[in-house]
């Protein structure tokens, strides 16, 4: 918004804990002004405003313009003798008609409707040097409550509401001219122009936003020869994922298998990779400072050194991009597999897990992908088959693979299909589910974060366990023998078949996925772009429930909608991290009907200005906006950093595979990546220990198997926590229907 307001500005962000006053003062005087912004927390609490209190009352040699937002208004304002108050009734993601003087910050503006993320609020004391420019009347809620301050003798200006927020009409960029047009004249009057900028500055305070460096760490293993993508398109419009996918070997439960299975609308394409033994796996846990490597022979480590895993895997894909492929396919080959929750969290430093992981041996990769090189790519509005190779000179397997598809399909076609055949749970388990007092006490526990500003939103999570028995296993008396994973999850399937349903196994993981919601998806260059689909209300579907009624439920709910809003906001701002100013919200809370619900789903769009694209195209542009983008907001809360320490004290346990994301990295730049909900997996007991020099189960010992399913929901200032137990336990019946014994909640 700055940026918008002010095209000719260069805005450094720095933390509120970074530096001290007195280590700032003598660098004052090379900005113009400053930008303090909405929080999260309290102005009472140092954590929360740092240095911010101090920068009220510099002497005048150091005074600078400054424009406060939320958490700013308030630090402003209890420094200048006013009080602070909590909000009788908590605005989070709530818009409001503000009344303004039409002087100031306002001069010229019209009618605002401002986006509202505050629980706390001011009221003026009869002596301070503030004065109010704008209000909002809450009636019956909280009465009058201060909008708009500004100093009377010093260039301070601030707003409680949110102007950079995508519903805020009238008062975001107007607002921020006029403060710019105040700051230039009052520095005109009162300084000297600002100092000349210094490699030296820069060095201190970083470069100028946005600070978008899309190359990658190169390590010496840059290819300049490309593999050819090997393709061969079949028009086959009655084509199974599920029947290719037992063509790859889905039907042994000791091979490796990656299914990516759109099967439902709005999905498309689904991805069969055909792996074999010596298939390269990537297998990282976010306390090693090494990642595994298992393929051909031994496993064998690499040292991550002084980088990341994620500059290792942008490395490791460097060497592997490929050309040639069929442009009106997503994939030609490439990384699939999952990431975990915990990964994306270490965007924020290793110390916000808090020392919660520990080196257990059921413990899940935190990345675990393999290297597909043969794939089938299925495109079920054209009707085509895709079967395609990077390998070089693989065209007999191309052929090959095509014609055993084209059978398949000719197979299916004779065959009719029983649409009345029943779903019916194959596999007899122990159902262990969540305690709900447990789980109603920490809703309130949340509730009670958000009273006082810590968080506007929480995503707060649980999880059941079905335990199911092997064959030989007591754990069942008289239960039949197990079905295989992969059984459980054309189940699943049939049960609640989604746009990204997933069938990972790779072990000591295995993952079966009904997911309805992208994370996040980019496509190949040179015009590279990004689209996040974030989910925020749902309705199930029943035959007395039409299109109207569910957008009356949805977007004419108050809570569903302040959900919606409230993520959409947290990931501009992810996205506007990695691109710069090219984000736009393309969809805002529409409703769309998927297979058995109807879903409010918002889409944020997102480009690279020219220059930022690095100098391997095709490859730089997606790691950089996946590593930032995680975790997903929509399992968050916001905003996320505070909300993700919130979670991790309100939860027992890491969430693992859970609420992060599954999808591919492909060699021809583009990707796609789910949110891991709807889903269940499990850990291979019968597993060698991470550092054994093997990856396959030995599947000897007659173990019960134990599938998670987490499940949760977003707790703001408007959630009734019974609602949200019976909203989680809806989650959770999508998914436990596939288990005999699964009780009726």
């Not at 708009?148 to 960029?173: M, R």
């Not at 061969?232 to 599920?242: E, G, N, T, V």
């Not at 290793?350 to 935190?366: E, F, M, W």
């Amino acid at each position: 918004m700055c940026r918008k307001a002010i095209p000719e500005a260069h805005i450094h962000v720095i933390k509120n804990d970074q530096f001290t006053i007195h280590e700032l003062f003598p660098y004052l005087n090379a900005f113009a002004a400053i930008i303090v912004g909405p929080g999260p927390g309290s102005p009472q609490n140092a954590r929360d405003i740092g240095v911010v209190r101090d920068l009220w009352t510099v002497d005048h040699e150091h005074t600078l313009p400054i424009f406060g937002v939320c958490l700013g208004l308030q630090s402003l304002a209890i420094e200048h003798g006013a009080q602070l108050q909590k909000l009788s009734a908590v605005k989070h993601g709530r818009i409001s008609s503000i009344c303004h003087t039409g002087a100031d910050l306002f001069q010229g503006v019209g009618s605002v409707q401002a986006v509202r993320y505050h629980s706390l609020h001011v009221l003026l004391a009869d002596c301070c040097d503030l004065e109010e420019l704008a209000y909002v009347e809450d009636e019956k809620d909280n009465g009058k409550v201060i909008m708009a301050l500004k100093h009377k003798k010093k260039p301070f200006w601030a707003v409680q509401y949110h102007p950079e927020s995508v519903l805020t009409v009238g008062g975001g960029s107007e607002v921020m001219c006029n403060f710019w047009v105040m700051a230039k004249q009052w520095n005109m009057a009162n300084r000297d122009p600002p100092g000349r900028w210094t490699p030296g500055l820069t060095e201190m305070f970083g470069p100028s936003w946005p600070t978008v460096c899309l190359s990658p760490p190169h390590c010496g293993r840059t290819s300049t020869t490309r593999r050819k993508v090997t393709t061969k398109a079949l028009d086959l419009p009655s084509i199974d994922s599920i029947a290719v996918a037992e063509l790859s070997g889905a039907c042994t439960e000791s091979n490796s298998c990656v299914l990516l299975d759109s099967a439902a609308k709005p999905g498309r394409y689904s991805i069969i990779g055909f792996l074999s033994p010596s298939s390269l796996r990537i297998v990282y846990h976010v306390e090693d400072k090494f990642v595994t490597l298992f393929g051909d022979g031994p496993a064998r480590r690499e040292d991550l050194d002084k980088g990341d895993i994620w500059s290792w895997i942008a490395a490791f894909m460097e060497t592997r991009l490929a050309e040639g492929g069929n442009r009106d396919i997503p994939f030609w080959g490439g990384l699939v597999g999952y990431l975990s929750y915990e990964l994306g969290c270490t965007i924020f430093g290793s110390d916000v897990l808090g020392g919660r992981r520990a080196k257990h041996s059921d413990q899940h990769p935190d990345v675990n992908l393999v290297f597909v090189e043969r794939s089938v790519v299925l495109d079920s509005m054209a009707g085509k088959a895709y079967a395609q190779s990077i390998i070089p000179e693989d065209e007999m397997w191309v052929n090959n693979i095509a014609k055993s598809v084209s059978e398949i399909a000719k197979k299916s076609s004779l065959t009719p299909i029983d649409k009345d055949e029943s779903v019916r749970p194959l596999q007899s388990a122990r159902i262990i589910l969540p305690n709900q007092q447990y789980y109603l006490a920490r809703i309130m526990t949340a509730k009670g974060h958000l009273a006082v500003g810590n968080s506007y939103e929480l995503c707060l999570t649980t999880k059941a366990e079905a335990k199911i028995s092997r064959p030989g296993s007591p754990l069942l008396q008289g239960s039949s023998p197990s079905s295989s994973s992969w059984e459980l999850y054309k189940d699943l399937r049939k049960r609640n078949p989604a746009p990204h349903s997933a069938y990972i196994r790779l072990h000591p993981s295995t993952v079966l996925s009904s997911s309805p919601e992208r994370f996040l998806s980019y496509s190949r260059p040179l015009d590279p772009s990004y689209q996040l689909r974030p989910i925020k209300g749902t309705l199930r579907k029943a035959p007395d429930i039409a299109r109207a009624d569910a957008e009356r439920g949805l977007r004419g709910n108050a809570k569903e909608v302040a959900e919606n809003l409230m993520i959409v906001d947290l990931i501009r701002h992810d996205l506007h991290g990695v691109v710069g100013e090219n984000v736009v919200v393309k969809q805002f809370c529409s409703v769309e009907e998927y297979e058995t619900v109807w879903q409010m789903v918002s889409v944020i769009e997102g480009k690279p200005s020219l220059g930022q694209i690095g100098s391997v195209p095709g490859f730089d542009h997606g790691w950089r906006a996946l590593r930032n983008c995680l975790p997903p907001g929509s399992m968050t809360g916001a905003p996320k950093k505070r909300s993700v320490e919130i979670l991790r004290d309100l939860e027992d346990e890491p969430r693992g595979i859970y609420s992060g994301v599954l999808g591919y990295w492909d060699v021809g730049g583009a990707g796609d990546w789910a949110v891991v909900i709807r889903s269940c997996f499990k850990h291979d007991d019968s597993s060698p220990p991470r550092d054994s020099g093997r990856c396959t189960p030995t599947f000897e010992e007659k173990l019960p198997e134990s599938w998670i399913i987490g499940a949760g929901g977003a707790i703001t200032a408007l959630s009734d926590p019974e609602s949200e137990w019976d909203e989680m336990v809806l989650k959770l019946q999508s998914v436990l229907g596939i288990f005999k014994g699964c009780p009726k909640l």
